[in-house]
């Protein structure tokens, strides 16, 4: 199954805190199989917003990052659109990832929300 890399990085969010919840043992396997083969993808994707940020970032006079008041990353502004163009080309950017699916009473033992079940979908099967 290919995932753009913006979804696979949601997906592990989603499944991080299930980590040390004890579950049924077919589920526990299911996600920890499915974080571990895609760990590597989404560390990937976590190295290229560094280098994305590096080169455009705005940093000040000791080399910090500079941020608004949501500690959103502040960009150069003779490079704003380059940013947003690397930005779309990484988020866009598809990846294999495990033919992994889950049935909804398999999830069943798991606190989603709906954006959790949103962010899952690709991985639900009808039963």
């Known amino acids: 199954m290919k995932l753009k890399l913006q979804q696979i ?16 043992a077919k589920l526990a396997y299911k996600v920890y199989k499915f974080v571990r083969e895609v ?3 989404e560390n990937f994707f976590t190295e290229k917003i560094r280098e994305i940020a590096n080169e455009y970032g705005k940093k000040d006079a000791d080399g910090k990052f500079m941020t608004d008041e949501n500690e959103q990353l502040l960009i150069q502004e003779d490079k704003q659109e380059a940013f947003r163009n690397a930005m779309t080309e990484l988020n866009g950017l598809e990846v ?27 991985f639900i099967k009808e039963e």
Request: aromatic share 4%.
């Open 96 to 122: 294999d990832v495990p033919d992994t699916s889950f049935t909804v009473d398999e999830l069943a033992p798991l606190p989603l929300s709906v954006l959790d079940m949103e962010i899952l979908k690709d």
């Open 39 to 41: 760990e590597s993808e």
């Open 9 to 24: 990085s949601q997906i592990k969010k989603v499944f991080e805190p299930m980590v040390r919840v004890k579950l049924p």
